[in-house]
């Protein structure tokens, strides 16, 4: 960023939109220069600075819990990062509210933001050789957060996309996907979880790599081949990372993938299984007795494609290790261990003291408690059957499906046929387990409404857990809103674990079907409110560069929007030409968003501040066509437009 710029958008970083507003309706027809450049007060700092308050504590409401009613004006405590479902996105919430603040598109288009319109997401997204869009249909399941020392570092945030095998990443300085990768030789990508250090360097105690399961066995290549050989179907574990997004390596196993979980120290990463069998139809997955939490030695597999002992697949460059049973029967030289769960297992989760992974039973009503050290010990060779390594198998109820924690020793875990969530300590189960009887490790039972899938608490998933809120999402609502015909929506509720007892908060109907979350405190995040001209190769940073170009029959239009007014008035351009409109918006006021939309044209987009971005179409209707500004901006926003001329 230029000296001139930082220090511009300095000045007027703390100046709220409201005082901007009143200060520009003030000004008339001044385009707002005035408001911009007028240094603020120290007086107003409640219109928003740059930088939010440390987080205080979750106000305590009259039961002595969370109090999910703020005042006007207070802010939430956490983020919350939801999976958007079907919809393709990412929601963010605030967490004790509930409240949807925000969300942000990835795989499908978004006519709010312009995503999938801009030139800019479109490279993003993905396009085929005519430019249009490779998919506009999507299934965002799972989504997690990049790591340092064990806990969040605000960096990342990851989305899964199951339909198209996609994962996306999202910078969390400014909330906008910047990379989507298309997983080879995968169908029905599942469950991710990024790593939390580096499996041989203690000093990489961050993130770098993300693991991605697939779930659906396909023939390899899948080229039309061996379709009636299942025998030779295959799923694959794979390596993204999380820097560039290019796909390190894949693991082919036996059975295929759930979902994910990695180790505090890098060194593991696992995904429960359900079809060891590889079954192809539904009765040739349910004969085998028990499934399996599959585990991945990751340094020694990037040991082996360091060494080159893989291969590659159809068209595909990334290096394929092997990771079935068959070859990986020395503890010694394995590159995969399959521990035994009971049968159908779903879901596999990490506890925050660094010790357990803890795969819930589904179809039985346990769950399986596996100590990592004891599957190290049997890649060391130090121990002789590696279901040794589990420690517990206790039963917790019907229907067991994904578990959180508390930081205090305690999980919670969805009960899907019961309809609740159950809190059980997992040192207690232990004890039992080991033929203790007289231990009670169910500590708690709460109702929820109904059907319980996913769970997650605040902080669960990190060092740094720390017992406050528990959000459950719940597959069916049925008569807990206003009914809106056949189509019901879903239900996140917000339970208070801060005691020993549960306390159901609130319920939070979300439209359909939304799957993993996270919540996480706020002070780890410190988002952006306003762009630097630096982050856009195309920036406009003056209005005396507006103007059209022509090449031939492309047009170029260079255009910026500084409140309240377009700096070309109109433009014009011939019936036939392919236009590529850039538009730079120059206000520097945080919240201070611009929109562009052109009649007839199929364009809609916005431009937040110091932000630029482009859309090209062909002029095909000749005429005139009013682009006007979509977001409001100014006391003279109706007035905000230009016209495109379009000649025969």
């Avoid at 520009?24 to 409640?46: E, I, R």
Wanted: proline share 6%.
């Amino acid at each position: 960023m230029s000296n001139k710029t930082e220090n511009s958008t300095k000045e007027t970083a703390g100046l709220g939109r409201r005082r901007f507003l009143n200060s520009a309706a003030l000004a008339g027809l001044t385009v707002g220069v005035a408001a911009c450049n007028d240094k603020p007060a120290a007086a107003p700092a409640a219109s928003g600075a740059a930088a939010p308050a440390p987080a205080p504590a979750p106000v305590a409401s009259a039961a002595g819990g969370t109090n999910v009613h703020l005042k006007p004006g207070e802010l939430d405590t956490y983020y919350g990062i939801w999976s958007g479902g079907h919809t393709g996105d990412m929601r963010i919430l605030g967490l004790p509210s509930g409240r949807e603040i925000h969300r942000v598109p990835c795989f499908v288009p978004d006519a709010l933001v312009g995503w999938g319109i801009t030139n800019e997401s479109k490279a993003v997204m993905g396009t085929k050789p005519d430019g249009s869009l490779k998919y506009t249909v999507a299934d965002t399941h799972h989504t997690h957060a990049s790591y340092k020392d064990g806990n969040y570092d605000g960096r990342y945030a990851w989305i899964n996309d199951k339909i198209n095998s996609r994962i996306a990443r999202v910078r969390l300085d400014y909330f906008v996907c910047d990379k989507i990768t298309e997983l080879p030789n995968v169908q029905g990508f599942h469950g991710i979880f990024p790593d939390k250090a580096d499996p041989v360097d203690p000093a990489i105690n961050y993130t770098t790599r993300v693991f991605c399961g697939g779930e659906f066995a396909i023939p390899l290549p899948n080229n039309g081949q061996d379709i009636n050989n299942p025998e030779k179907y295959r799923s694959m574990f794979t390596c993204v990372d999380a820097e560039s997004m290019e796909v390190r390596w894949q693991v082919l196993i036996d059975g295929n993938c759930d979902l994910t979980a990695t180790s505090y120290d890098g060194k593991l990463a696992a995904t429960n299984q359900y079809n060891v069998e590889n079954g192809i139809h539904y009765e040739d997955m349910m004969s085998a007795e028990r499934d399996a939490c599959l585990f991945f030695n990751i340094a020694r597999i990037e040991e082996a494609v360091k060494a080159g002992k893989f291969k590659t697949i159809g068209s595909s460059k990334v290096p394929v290790v092997d990771g079935t049973r068959e070859a990986n029967k020395d503890p010694k030289t394995a590159l995969t261990a399959y521990v035994s769960v009971p049968k159908n297992p779903h879901g596999v989760n990490a506890s925050p003291d660094a010790k357990y992974f803890i795969c819930a039973g589904k179809l039985s009503p346990t769950a399986t408690v596996i100590e990592l050290a004891k599957v190290l010990d049997w890649f060391d060779g130090k121990m002789e059957k590696l279901d040794d390594a589990i420690v517990a198998e206790v039963e917790i109820g019907l229907g067991p499906l994904h578990t959180a924690f508390d930081g205090r020793g305690n999980a919670y875990t969805t009960l899907f046929l019961d309809s609740q969530v159950v809190k059980w300590n997992v040192d207690a189960a232990i004890k039992f387990h080991a033929g203790d009887k007289s231990v009670k490790y169910v500590v708690d039972r709460l109702d929820v409404h109904y059907q319980p899938g996913h769970i997650n608490g605040s902080q669960s998933e990190t060092r740094a857990a720390d017992g406050k809120i528990l959000a459950v999402g719940c597959k069916f609502s049925k008569d807990r809103f206003l009914p809106v015909g056949p189509l019901h929506p879903e239900n996140e509720q917000l339970i208070d674990i801060s005691g020993e007892k549960m306390v159901l908060l609130a319920d939070h109907p979300v439209r359909g079907e939304p799957h993993d979350f996270i919540i996480f405190k706020r002070d780890l995040l410190k988002p952006k409110q306003v762009y630097s001209h630096d982050d856009f190769p195309l920036a406009i940073t003056d209005p005396k560069e507006s103007g059209v170009t022509r090449n031939g029959k492309k047009v170029t239009v260079k255009i910026t929007s500084q409140a309240p007014a377009f700096s070309l008035r109109e433009f014009t351009v011939k019936k036939g030409d392919e236009v590529t409109l850039i538009l730079t918006n120059l206000d520097k006021i945080e919240d201070l968003t611009h929109g562009f939309a052109i009649p007839n044209y199929n364009v809609n987009f916005i431009v937040n501040p110091l932000e630029t971005k482009s859309v090209t179409f062909i002029a095909d209707k000749p005429g005139v066509f009013w682009a006007y500004c979509t977001h409001f901006c100014h006391a003279l926003h109706l007035e905000m437009r230009t016209r495109m001329i379009v000649e025969p």
